[in-house]
């Protein structure tokens, strides 16, 4: 979690609010952890900043969804598989950001890639979804709504604003879609990294341990990372989610030059050579 108690994230939302008049939304991430988060703190100030949107990922998010829907929040899931995107329509969610193979950070057991698990998506959900993974430009949106999403989620790690070290930004422009490692995957917690070190390092252990290994066997390189990696900069002090897309991001716009971009690029896809194959 970016923000590492409730009070900080209450500050966050609030200092979002003297920048836009725009509706905006918060992650909230349920995965394991060494120490488990404030969630009730977390909810709690979400639904008194006055959020209206929350993006949940990783575990069920059916304890919190009474309180979020009571406060009138739309709840999107993050799902990496069509079972799981049905369940969370199922228990009221109001759209899913259904998430590919290709995605950093934690891709699910099933290895389908976005070519055929957004089409798989459309066939069976009845609310909105919207694709994640991959996801970097107009070519991206175009893609993604031919393929029955109605938009794309991406992250921003690669923009001037982001706040994360300098170093950080550089090693994604640097890397290529070759450059990421799955770990993790003898525990049932795949993770999509950058390759460094640290990475190799814990697939050194994975293969020498086996069906044996431990989250302890691999808690120097994974667990508390983070701070050191993002904000100090160091790109080997442990591993750190990365998707494949690095291989499609070549510089550092603003926010606002990545977002013209994406829209002219999918308008012109649409308009000009889309358009062209029908005439």
Not at 146 to 160: C, R, S, V
Not at 238 to 262: E, F, R
Request: hydrophobic letters at 45%; one cysteine or more; aromatic letters at 4%.
């Amino acid at each position: 979690l970016t923000q590492k108690t409730p009070e900080l994230l209450a500050q966050e939302i609030a200092r979002c609010r003297t920048m836009t008049d725009k509706p905006f939304g918060v992650n909230l991430t349920f995965l394991p952890s060494v120490n488990p988060p404030d969630y009730p703190g977390y909810v709690k100030a979400i639904i008194e900043g006055g959020v209206k949107i929350v993006e949940t990922a990783g575990n069920n998010p059916q304890k919190w969804m009474p309180a979020l829907k009571e406060a009138g929040i739309k709840v999107i899931h993050k799902c990496t598989s069509v079972r799981h995107a049905l369940k969370a329509e199922s228990i009221g969610c109001d759209a899913i950001s259904v998430d590919g193979f290709e995605c950093g950070g934690h891709p699910g057991e099933d290895d389908i890639p976005n070519f055929i698990l957004l089409p798989r998506a459309a066939e069976e959900l009845k609310i909105p979804f919207v694709a994640s993974g991959g996801m970097a430009d107009g070519r991206s949106l175009v893609a993604a709504l031919a393929l029955g999403a109605e938009g794309i989620n991406m992250g921003f790690i690669a923009t001037q604003e982001a706040p994360v070290h300098e170093n950080v930004k550089q090693a994604i422009v640097a890397a290529s879609e070759l450059d990421t490692r799955l770990i993790m995957r003898p525990l049932r917690n795949t993770e999509r990294v950058l390759t460094n070190s640290a990475t190799e390092r814990v697939l050194d252990k994975e293969r020498a341990l086996g069906a044996a290994i431990t989250f302890a066997d691999i808690a120097p390189e994974v667990a508390g990372v983070y701070p050191r990696i993002m904000q100090q900069g160091d790109m080997q002090a442990g591993v750190w989610s990365c998707g494949m897309v690095a291989g499609l991001i070549h510089d550092v716009p603003s926010v606002q030059q990545l977002i013209d971009s994406i829209m002219s690029q999918a308008e012109a896809l649409i308009s000009q050579r889309l358009a062209g194959m029908l005439r």
